[in-house]
């Protein structure tokens, strides 16, 4: 059972890969279009398995991967025009790249669910209003995983993502 911090964030123990994408899946089943999902952690923090849980539960055609080597990879569902954009800055050198490759105007758009790896590296351009997951590490499988709400569009979408995972 997660502890519930306050309205606006929510921490949970993650006992393996399996369990992280699960609940990037229940995630991904509340993604609506015009929202930003950021996810920080260090290499192998689980950062893409919750991303690919995301993408499931959002119903995305395509299983998500790793976008490091192209930035940016762009699922669709089976119908409709929502898409769901899949960005790692990990090589990118700052926000002014990001800039420069129009990264922002992903965030923008009312049919785009972005999901974000290493969003740290390009902070100036991120929405105020947005998902933010840390990933840490705590032992070889297990992961910490901290939701933080930034607006209300955000927080009722993890109050809805709290009763959904865990009946609270």
């Given at each position: 059972?997660?502890?519930?911090?306050d309205?606006?964030s929510?921490?949970?123990i993650?006992?393996?890969?399996a369990?992280?994408?699960r609940?990037g899946?229940?995630l991904?089943?509340?993604a609506?279009?015009?929202?930003?999902i950021c996810?920080e952690?260090?290499?192998?923090?689980g950062k893409?398995?919750?991303?690919?849980?995301i993408?499931a539960?959002w119903?995305?055609v395509?299983?998500?991967?790793?976008?490091t080597?192209v930035?940016?990879r762009?699922h669709?569902?089976?119908?409709?025009?929502q898409r769901?954009i899949?960005l790692?800055?990990?090589r990118?050198?700052?926000?002014q790249?990001?800039?420069?490759l129009?990264?922002?105007?992903?965030m923008?758009?009312?049919?785009?669910?972005?999901?974000?790896?290493w969003?740290?590296?390009a902070l100036e351009?991120?929405?105020a209003?947005r998902l933010?997951?840390?990933?840490?590490?705590?032992d070889?499988?297990?992961?910490r995983?901290l939701?933080t709400?930034n607006?209300?569009?955000?927080?009722?979408?993890?109050?809805e993502?709290?009763r959904?995972?865990f009946g609270v």
């Amino acid at each position: 059972m997660a502890p519930i911090l306050d309205e606006r964030s929510l921490e949970f123990i993650s006992r393996d890969p399996a369990q992280t994408r699960r609940l990037g899946a229940r995630l991904g089943r509340l993604a609506r279009g015009g929202q930003v999902i950021c996810l920080e952690g260090v290499l192998g923090a689980g950062k893409t398995v919750l991303a690919q849980g995301i993408g499931a539960g959002w119903g995305a055609v395509t299983p998500l991967a790793s976008p490091t080597f192209v930035l940016a990879r762009e699922h669709r569902r089976p119908t409709g025009a929502q898409r769901l954009i899949h960005l790692d800055l990990y090589r990118l050198r700052d926000a002014q790249e990001a800039w420069s490759l129009g990264v922002q105007d992903w965030m923008e758009d009312p049919q785009a669910v972005v999901v974000v790896e290493w969003p740290e590296r390009a902070l100036e351009i991120l929405p105020a209003e947005r998902l933010w997951v840390r990933l840490e590490l705590t032992d070889e499988t297990q992961r910490r995983l901290l939701f933080t709400a930034n607006g209300d569009s955000y927080r009722a979408m993890l109050r809805e993502f709290r009763r959904d995972a865990f009946g609270v």
